[in-house]
């Protein structure tokens, strides 16, 4: 009588993927059409970029908002390594200029390269957030040098609307800051920066 064989049974590890480079994106079917309890993943390398999630609140006041003037079209985004300029361009209010804004590293991203602690950039009456009631000169949106005539942005009431509305709840991290403007256009630059290191990435 022969030795019962050693039985080897499939299992999924050899479709499981690891990387201790590259960050895991998940993307439920809330945030794309797949139907019931779909999902699309994607791999990003943090050397090449690092995927940030922009919340803002503005109140009512229509406006754009690029980086290194490009339009943003939704809260995720991508950043490379170096320098940037996160600038909004508010279109005419009769209300005062107000905002609050929070740049922070999107925690659907998992993986061995992830941080150890989450970098996040928010509004704050520190000097570094500028805004302006005449209209910039036209690098204004990738300038990252210091540019003059425009104004700290200092601490205001928080941004008003006519009715309530959702917003995520992240962005009471940021402070809201803002001028006090005459009726009319506004424009708000602030220049930050995006540095990585083995374990550590920073905005500041």
């Known amino acids: 009588m022969t030795d019962k064989r050693d039985l080897r049974v499939n299992t999924f590890d050899r479709y499981v993927k690891r990387s201790d480079r590259l960050v895991l994106q998940t993307y439920s079917s809330c945030e794309v059409p797949l139907g019931c309890g779909g999902a699309i993943h994607r791999w990003v390398d943090p050397a090449q970029s690092l ?109 008003a609307r006519a009715k309530q509305a959702y917003l995520d709840r992240r962005i009471d991290r940021a402070a809201s800051i803002g001028l006090s403007t005459k009726p009319g256009r506004a424009w708000v630059r602030r220049v930050f920066t995006l540095e990585t290191t083995d374990d550590e990435w920073v905005l500041s």
Not at 63 to 81: E, F, K, P, Q, S
Not at 83 to 110: I, N, Q, W
């Open 51 to 159: 995927p940030l999630v922009l919340v803002r609140d503005f109140g009512d006041r229509p406006c754009t908002i690029t980086i290194d003037g490009v339009a943003i079209g939704n809260a995720r985004v991508d950043v490379t390594v170096g320098k940037h300029v996160l600038a909004v361009e508010f279109e005419s209010s009769s209300a005062p200029l107000a905002l609050r804004v929070a740049l922070f590293y999107d925690e659907s991203f998992r993986g061995e390269a992830n941080p150890k602690k989450s970098p996040m950039l928010t509004s704050q009456d520190d000097g570094l957030w500028f805004g302006t009631t005449t209209e910039p000169s036209s690098d204004w949106q990738t300038n990252t040098e210091p540019v003059s005539g425009w104004l700290a942005l200092r601490p205001v009431a928080k941004p």
